[in-house]
């Protein structure tokens, strides 16, 4: 049996593991202050190529709703596309926070850029408005839920945006590795140091067990940070698990490593599909492929591949998902080579 | 250097970290549906005698806020030690939730009996107490913050009460596997599971990287708990994180055998500072040992030992607390010795 | 100067007012449970035809508020049209309860009602559903913000949606009075007590100075609930102020009279601007009439007439909000009709 | 029947009713944008002898709630007096906003003072307090729950010891007019608008049907606040309710009138009591006075007077509370001086 359900089926990156084995052993303080975190978050500076604030948080989720929760005012909610994570597959995390997710369309999973200008006008023109909720900050994610990618030319017109109506731009990077090694983007990681307010680089689903990097840009981290995370649940006692494993992933260039492979890999699923003939959903650049599959083939591909159920296409075809990662091999291309 | 100064300096203990590397190239399903959390709810629920639900959460804080914040109603909160984790250790995680820790007198860290008693009884006895927050839980730590341990007799008269009072108990156990094997005490797993509506297995500071079981014991499992869970960012996408440990923690009794290893330590050091006739805070029979130390005694011991700061004691003297865990070597107790 | 802005620009009803002149001094308990509550409850369930409870709130928002997370679980949302009161225009005040609205389509304030059915179906076809909000009440106003009012056939096929899928029916009865005497409804209060799980009779916008009476219908007042209210900050001290007000209201058929006085009135403004040759915005049978009015006829209207701003139309014309009440008198439109 | 059950047992004080009747047809904009809450935002400026912002808002639970809410940062929390009104009768509204109550001791109803100071020394004594909640602001009743007051002097200590830690100094001014006008007193609104960040002069229980209005004093108004009122559920539409009700209270010194009558009425149920032989709980100097009774007295008395519980005595005794308001008339007082 192989998998493509997603890609966080497996533990972690061989070499991540590694620096757990070695550093098991070793007594450091807790809830972030070890030497590990501290290391950390040098590298990602480095690699940020500006002096950035890191804070390293359990899961995805989690860091959505302690940015959001953390960074608005009172009377302001966020910005998401009706498909953004926040919208709709956080089990109202960040309505439990208190605040509004204040939808604008999508389309492939990126915000319509001139539907969430027209959105924040309509608000600031409505006379109405100081009873409405205030769009206080513009949630993104790159790369998005289906896969696409903004240009940095995008970027810089949602930061135009969000600077005339005193915005925060936040930017979702739970694949984030998968995004800056896609094989045509000409976004950097120092460009989303440079663009984003915040911004998380994924582990959890770019090699770690667990745990996200939290980048703050603009020496604008909330004050007593680590006390609002702890009362939000999600202060980690053994900090220095988040830490070794974002040292390794900072290491030799590991972060970008796997997600290079990762892209190599999708792209000749993508092929594979194209060469078939099959029919994308869509065109990702990225680790999750959607293609197009008449039921009957899902049946007879389900008794050796597991796959994700992506959304209903017509009565006789269904969209699924491919997600490739660090731990997809060539064997596993292979094997769905010969059997497509 | 050595180290005394909390149960969670080191990583994981090498049993746990072995069954970690052991699965890491399995492929599994996310946020806690694998194998691995399957076999480990199995191997607690032997443990516990009879038939529970079990849930795992990364950490402690968001374990006790979890459970509080989704099985009070709306109209309750909990009663708690003022010395309580949830009292005033977790920077009002409880109060985030929208609940209030109802305080009662502690003493050495256990709820006094009779003050509990009587604070819900004057509740009863107010006539606007419909203007005041119920008492909905009784919150209790075994072992205490203090190393204290309740005896069975309290338990069944918390029990009791709480009965009386249409209360729920709930037990942090985040340091249950050293009470379970403190040497004179009577209570087991089994005792815990039949008291208790719900109580929590501690992992992280038990010989995990991270993670607490939690035991549902009348099959009162919040509906939707997984939703809920998520909706406090609280949800592992990697759940096998948490299971896999657990696996390991409850296969060949290691989960008690950390617990003996750790007493055994404790019991060491405080025959240590009895013999050289030092005073101890309190009569503690769990890992956390508390010395009254002069404090020029500290600043000496200090070069060589890293204690815990617990509170001053007088002008000259200050309570150092003195931790164990399975990572405690009898290396780490003959150099103290030597010290003393 | 005449006024259209709204229907809360004046006090209370003259009859209103004479009750609370005359109960002014008379001695009460606090917080609900004084006589005029009581007696206000009665003749509302009479009103009713049926046994319900009744509790009175100071204002709308406040009561969708208490009534939506009073009323849900925890893993549970509202859904509302995007137009609905507690979707854009209440500041985010369900969402700071902790809790989404899942906004579906409306059409002049009315949820559409295959949309709706839709969307629960969807959401309950998502195989990863369990990570979202699950649909637990459907909002619905009648009248809507747009003046339009549901059938008794709709309310009945919403009714049994939210039966088919365990979902709550509220509806929110700000003007509820003008609802009921609209000319062509075939919709009564016993109706809505029979098809709504719970919903709310609005005063401040139908004679009172302030209050909302909510009614539970089906044995279903959350427990505690007076505690549940205060812990919203929104229990009144004096809640004779809202019982003898409803009491006033609920005597004499008051509640009817007044909600007919402004239906006459709206449709004499309704008839004038047809006659005159404008285009109104929608056809509305309630107190709100919404009228297509170039930019320049605004400007010249706007030195004697006050009305509401709704939103831009095109270049040169504006919707504008034209609201009746208790306190619109026939001069009011003579004057009115000689501006047009 | 006479009543001392409370200092809200009846309606509005006669002038208050009466600008409420003679404003009644008057067209108003709302929310609190109309010219009564201006005029009466401006009779209050006055009267706190320098620039201020007021806002209104319904009831004093409300107030608190919105207050500490909004003016608290997000890892802050109030200290109270155990007995403070937020501590323990406001069914936890407080902690339903996210905020935890830090409870000092109290005695008669007031902070102590060197209790409160050394639990802040504490607090940032401990090495561990990032992980506890941070005291942001004080809050004391003024006159307390027990009817007594602080001295300028100590208001002053209060305030420095706010300064030194950047604490908010808030005061709930529930009975402001029976502090203001009680006997000895050397506290004026100029001292408190003084020394306090923001206080609120309760209407309630001081001749209104409902209000308070709430004093920001320092230019300290949160941004957007009355969307935060709002979001709150707080806001009411017809806002002129609350400003023709303050325009009356602060108009030919109606509020200080009301304090004196009532502290009047009060002083003469204190001698009578004296006179007679009882004994005084504790010495108020304000409208509440606190008697303890035989039980056996309390049955005869109850027959013709209805006064409020207190607490328990001992067997035989309890303490009950009269309370003296506006409406409390000589005859009330010379009718129970007859039952004693």
């Known amino acids: 049996m192989i998998s493509f359900a997603s890609d966080y089926i497996a533990g972690a990156h061989p070499e991540v593991l590694e620096h757990l084995i070695e550093t098991n052993l070793v007594n450091t303080t807790g809830y972030g202050s070890d030497g590990y975190c501290a290391s950390a978050r040098d590298k990602i500076a480095a690699a940020c190529g500006k002096e950035v604030?890191?804070?390293?948080?359990?899961?995805?989720?989690?860091?959505?709703?302690?940015?959001?929760?953390?960074?608005?005012?009172?009377?302001?909610?966020?910005?998401?596309?009706?498909?953004g994570h926040v919208s709709c597959h956080e089990a109202g995390a960040i309505e439990y926070s208190g605040h509004k997710v204040l939808q604008v369309p999508g389309k492939e999973g990126k915000v319509v850029i001139p539907s969430f200008e027209e959105a924040i006008e309509t608000f600031y023109g409505d006379e109405n408005h100081e009873h409405m909720v205030f769009p206080g900050m513009l949630y993104i994610s790159h790369p998005t839920e289906y896969g696409t990618l903004y240009t940095k030319q995008e970027l810089q017109k949602l930061r135009a945006i969000c600077d005339k109506y005193d915005m925060k731009l936040y930017l979702d990077g739970a694949r984030l590795g998968y995004g800056l090694m896609a094989r045509d983007t000409d976004v950097t990681l120092k460009d989303l140091a440079e663009l984003c307010d915040v911004f998380y680089i994924g582990g959890t689903k770019v090699g770690a067990l667990c745990g996200e990097a939290l980048v703050f840009t603009r020496n604008n981290t909330p004050k007593h940070f680590v006390n609002l995370i702890k009362k939000r649940g999600a202060l980690l006692a053994k900090g220095r698990l988040l830490g070794v494993q974002f040292e390794a992933l900072f290491t030799n260039d590991l972060y970008y490593r796997i997600g290079k492979h990762a892209i190599d890999m999708a792209e000749q699923i993508k092929a594979l599909f194209k060469e078939k003939g099959y029919q994308m959903f869509l065109d990702s650049p990225t680790n999750q492929q959607f293609v197009v599959l008449e039921n009957a083939k899902i049946a007879e591909l389900e008794k050796n591949v597991v796959m994700g159920f992506w959304e209903k296409y017509d009565e006789t075809h269904t969209v699924m998902r491919f997600a490739t990662s660090w731990s997809t091999t060539q064997e596993d291309i292979d094997e769905l080579a010969k059997l497509l």
């Open 53 to 83: 604030d890191v804070q390293f948080i359990v899961g995805g989720t989690q860091t959505n709703q302690v940015v959001i929760s953390t960074m608005l005012n009172g009377y302001e909610g966020v910005v998401a596309a009706t498909t």
